[in-house]
């Protein structure tokens, strides 16, 4: 049973455009969230986390909303820009020792 | 610094053979983490390493696989007499103190099982 649900495999976008990735969850007692990017031949990068306390958290043109009524959270990358295509898990710390479960992850294409 | 390194980058292998993966992680971090993400999957957690404390290994798929670390340093993973399905891309990452610090990732080792 998954609990980290990202729906839509892939996304294609203009550049200067904003991309919005969403992610959903089930585990009710989730309370920090974090957006991994990955490009190819590379291991995962981390981008941005949230905690359950905010519904919104911003890095630049990286924005994070959280929704905990709807297990609910999404990103915004604004402006979309071409070395943003990669792939985009979100994630979990879940159990004692905190590892992350992921998302199956959503691909991003930002066309110039 | 150097990030976290993982050999080979590549290993193609026969079903029922065993393979040994590597990873280094930021020296200095006592937490470590094996992931493996499987083609079209996210990734799944494995097992992971904090200091002297017993592994959480929770997530090892079956006894064929195991996993050591070498105090704070140095960890691999093995699996005995592969099968096709254990074909992924197994990711090694660590972090600073465990808990909710940032985990490195490497940039994995990609495992083919024929």
């Known amino acids: 049973d998954q609990q980290v649900k990202q729906n839509s495999p892939s996304l294609s976008v203009q550049e200067g455009r904003i991309s919005i990735l969403n992610c959903d969850y089930t585990?009710?007692?989730?309370?920090?969230f974090l957006w991994y990017k990955k490009y190819p031949a590379e291991g995962p990068t981390f981008l941005i986390s949230?905690?359950?306390?905010?519904d919104k958290n911003e890095d630049g043109r990286f924005t994070v909303f959280l929704n905990k009524s709807a297990k609910h959270l999404s990103l915004h990358i604004v402006p979309s820009q071409p070395g943003d295509s990669a792939v985009y898990f979100c994630?979990?710390?879940?159990?004692?020792?905190?590892?992350?479960?992921f998302g199956k992850g959503t691909k991003l294409t930002v066309n110039p | 610094g150097a990030g976290v390194s993982q050999s080979p980058s590549n290993k193609v292998t026969e079903k029922g053979k065993d393979v040994e993966l590597r990873c280094d992680p930021i020296?200095?971090?006592?937490?470590l983490y094996w992931y493996r993400q499987r083609l079209g999957q996210g990734l799944e957690f494995l097992i992971y390493?904090?200091?002297?404390?017993?592994?959480?290994k929770s997530g090892l798929p079956s006894d064929r696989f195991s996993a050591e670390r070498t105090g704070e340093s140095v960890s691999t993973l093995t699996i005995q007499r592969t099968q096709q399905e254990d074909s992924a891309v197994y990711l090694c990452?660590?972090?600073?103190?465990?808990?909710?610090?940032?985990?490195?990732f490497g940039p994995g080792t990609r495992l083919l099982v024929l």
């Open positions: 020296s200095g971090h006592t937490a």
């Open positions: 390493f904090q200091g002297n404390s017993a592994p959480d």
């Open positions: 994630a979990a710390p879940s159990g004692g020792s905190e590892k992350l479960v």
């Open positions: 585990n009710s007692m989730f309370d920090y």
């Open positions: 949230i905690s359950s306390i905010k």
């Open positions: 990452a660590s972090s600073l103190a465990g808990g909710r610090e940032t985990q490195y």
